[in-house]
């Protein structure tokens, strides 16, 4: 079996954790492969967080960004996330709970030959044949390259082919239920419980826009940019693309859903702590 262990940059808190979950798999002779941050921060050798596909379980300690961070060098890799932030919604092992929660996922291993997890689904936005993003788990952005007054781009945005809405916006986003609670609540898109079937298409800042809609996973939404020199299209706020306009985003569920492991976070707890 091979782990993987992302420490949130920076924090030491995070680094001793990693120290201690290293020596559990060495104990274990589980292989331990740090991403090169961790290992830098530990005095030892790092892997491309990219390279961590290769693996049979990653674990991510720290916030919901160090998640993100190692969900997108997993893959399908299952992720386990240990919570060293306030809210959580993808990390629900306490730190004082980290060892043993990789403990039971190295014993199951042993067992069943699997790691237990759930899936959640990501979605990806593409180019035509030129270009596309690593899948996000959060959400995609497509938007001027300024927002504000006088920014933002001229857009129409269709679901299966037919017009949702269209005009000026400082962009439009694209969110999975996971990503409901991250970029999208701040612009004031519904909170989407953890299950359901849909993501959440949301103009952003429209001079004359529809209200936030729920389309189905399996919908395509076209995001035809207009009326500026370019556009910038993100994917979970790291993978990002700049296009010239005009063009048209294709935005889809991707083919492959990320995968967490470990117990389930209880998702109203983690919502009250919003407040």
Same mark, same amino acid.
């Given at each position: 079996? &091979?782990? !993987? ?22 104990? &274990?002779? *589980? ?40 969900? /997108? ?23 004082? $709970?980290?060892?043993?929660?990789? &403990? ?22 593409? !180019? ?23 920014? !933002?781009? %001229?857009?129409?945005? /269709? ?28 612009? /004031? !898109? ?8 849909? @993501? ?29 020199? %370019?556009? *910038? *299209?993100?994917? $979970? ?15 889809? &569920? ?5 995968? *967490? ?6 998702? @109203? ?7």
């Amino acid at each position: 079996m &091979r782990v !993987g262990i992302v420490a949130q940059r920076g924090n030491a808190r995070a680094s001793s954790l990693a120290s201690d979950i290293g020596e559990l798999l060495a104990a &274990r002779d *589980v292989e331990a492969w740090y991403d090169t941050e961790t290992g830098s921060a530990l005095g030892t050798s790092g892997t491309p967080v990219e390279e961590f596909d290769a693996c049979d379980l990653v674990v991510s300690i720290g916030g919901d960004g160090t998640f993100l961070y190692a969900a /997108r060098g997993a893959g399908s890799t299952p992720v386990v996330g240990v919570n060293l932030g306030e809210v959580g919604f993808l990390n629900a092992v306490a730190p004082d $709970d980290a060892v043993d929660a990789v &403990r039971r996922e190295v014993e199951r291993y042993g067992e069943t030959g699997h790691v237990r997890a759930r899936e959640v689904p990501r979605v990806q936005a593409e !180019g035509g044949q030129e270009w596309s993003l690593t899948p996000a788990l959060n959400e995609v952005v497509v938007q001027g390259e300024k927002r504000g007054h006088g920014q !933002g781009v %001229e857009m129409e945005v /269709r679901v299966n082919g037919s017009e949702y809405t269209s005009g000026h916006a400082d962009g439009v986003l694209i969110a999975t239920p996971t990503g409901s609670t991250a970029y999208n609540m701040s612009e /004031r !898109g519904p909170i989407v419980q953890p299950g359901v079937d849909a @993501f959440v298409l949301n103009d952003m800042s429209p001079a004359d826009g529809m209200p936030p809609l729920l389309v189905p996973t399996d919908a395509e939404i076209t995001i035809r940019v207009d009326g500026a020199a %370019e556009a *910038v *299209v993100s994917s $979970d706020g790291a993978s990002r693309y700049h296009v010239e306009i005009p063009e048209v985003v294709t935005v889809t &569920r991707a083919p492959e859903p990320a995968r *967490v492991a470990g117990p389930a976070s209880d998702f @109203f707890e983690a919502l009250n702590k919003l407040e």
